[in-house]
């Protein structure tokens, strides 16, 4: 899956329907002595994605989504129902 479509389901998932919007990643470090055995260990680092949201662009990138072309506001709802 592509970042923009993720940002598509995201920005549909959260009924979002004007302004540009960017699927932001915030991710967790940690360092600290890694290895396979406690022989074989050395300073290394471990990255984590905490959590997926998304933010407001100001101007479209590549992976920009518009929410009005991906969730547009559709027209009111009309009754089916006619009147006796």
């Not at 899956?1 to 549909?12: I, N, P, Y």
């Not at 050395?42 to 990138?61: D, E, K, N, Q, W």
């Amino acid at each position: 899956m592509s970042l923009k479509d993720l940002g598509t389901l995201l920005v549909q998932h959260y009924s979002l329907h004007e302004g540009l919007w960017d699927v932001a990643v915030e991710m967790q470090v940690a360092i600290g002595q890694l290895g396979p055995t406690a022989e074989q260990r050395m300073p290394g680092a471990m990255f984590g994605i905490s959590r997926v949201g998304l933010v407001r662009a100001s101007s479209a990138g590549a992976h920009t989504v518009d929410a009005a072309q991906v969730n547009p506001t559709g027209p009111p709802a009309t009754s089916s129902r006619t009147s006796w």
